[in-house]
């Protein structure tokens, strides 16, 4: 019989009761109740994939301390196998590399190999897309789904960050620039922050329907920059000042609603409405740990604690029209990499949720 450690039970009956507690205690709209309830807990560094089906339809790819793998809704594990360096992913496929590897090889959820990309350098996977960073920095390709060059361009400057949307690909670039790439390979757009103490790009987002692209730009300042992509031009539509001092520098996130970017700023969490150009924080003093967003809702996990040291760690659920719905603390951990949270709306909601080496998925119903 597999123990279970005392973590892991921890964290299943914390979850448990407060699940009892918010449907007896938190008021809910009457007409938007979500009803949530813990399903199961799995140890992933003890667990036996070698007895799985092979034939698993639906499955969240999970990153949890030094494993990496893939779970179905009733907690089969798929695949789980160690991190050595890093894993780039999407729900079909992901690339488990190490640092200044020749090539790349592409798997499937069960670990067998797909493609293999004759590219040094770091994979970015989005949906059945496979867009590589070249090592030397400066260059950008995209491959199909047989290992074949789609594309590639090379800027002349060091590209910062990535973010595929569907099949376009905006990169920031050191020299100020920010490029948005079509499907062909071809220029969609070109942004060159003209602010003198910002000619540097560190960061990158873009809306799933493309029509907003932020940037987080400069040093020392940095600001974020907020652009409206129209078809005949792009126009900047936000500029706000971030922390003259940056310890870190956490994503930018679009989500799923299109008009609502999540950052962290100066130790607080908010949210941009791009539609209303407003400013909104949802919580202070806190640092993003991981963060997984869904058509209806964006789930988080965040520590309230000082840069150096986990404590306090608030796992949250936000409805992206109704707000707030519900927060529970987790408990706390010094190992590296120790959280992770994925969403997925269904029918029911599923939320997994990973602490060390245990994975905990619970399932919430709207009445």
Not at 8 to 24: E, P
Request: aromatic share 8%; charged share 20%; net charge negative.
């Amino acid at each position: 019989m597999r123990r279970i450690s005392k973590r892991t039970v921890g964290i299943y009956t914390a979850l448990l009761f407060f699940s009892l507690l918010y449907v007896l205690l938190v008021p809910q709209p009457t007409t938007d109740e979500l009803l949530i309830a813990p399903r199961w807990s799995r140890d992933v560094a003890s667990f036996d994939v070698t007895k799985i089906s092979r034939n698993e339809e639906q499955v969240m790819a999970f990153r949890l301390a030094n494993h990496f793998g893939y779970v179905t809704p009733e907690g089969i594990i798929t695949h789980v196998e160690p991190v050595p360096f890093h894993v780039s992913y999407s729900e079909s496929r992901f690339a488990n590399y190490s640092q200044g590897s020749s090539g790349i090889t592409i798997r499937d959820i069960y670990g067998d190999p797909l493609q293999n990309i004759t590219q040094r350098g770091y994979p970015r996977l989005k949906d059945e897309r496979i867009v590589m960073l070249a090592a030397n920095g400066d260059t950008i390709s995209e491959w199909d789904s047989s290992g074949k060059l789609k594309w590639r361009r090379e800027h002349h400057a060091i590209i910062s960050d990535a973010a595929l949307r569907g099949n376009h690909t905006l990169i920031g670039l050191l020299d100020g620039r920010a490029i948005l790439i079509n499907e062909d390979g071809s220029l969609n757009f070109e942004y060159q922050d003209t602010h003198p103490e910002q000619q540097m790009v560190i960061g990158v987002a873009l809306s799933n329907d493309r029509r907003f692209s932020a940037l987080a730009s400069g040093v020392n300042p940095t600001y974020l920059v907020v652009l409206e992509n129209r078809i005949a031009s792009t126009q900047e539509v936000a500029r706000l000042i971030l922390p003259h001092r940056i310890h870190h520098l956490q994503p930018l996130h679009f989500l799923s609603d299109n008009n609502s970017l999540l950052f962290e700023r100066g130790g607080s969490l908010y949210y941009f409405d791009t539609e209303n150009i407003t400013l909104n924080e949802l919580q202070r003093n806190v640092r993003l740990l991981h963060i997984s967003h869904s058509n209806c809702c964006a789930a988080f996990i965040s520590s309230s604690s000082t840069l150096e040291q986990h404590s306090g760690i608030i796992l949250q659920l936000l409805h992206l029209r109704l707000g707030p719905m519900f927060q529970v603390q987790l408990p706390a951990s010094h190992q590296p990499q120790p959280y992770f949270i994925a969403i997925s709306d269904g029918p029911p909601l599923a939320i997994l949720i990973g602490f060390e080496q245990s994975l905990n998925y619970i399932e919430g119903v709207w009445e």
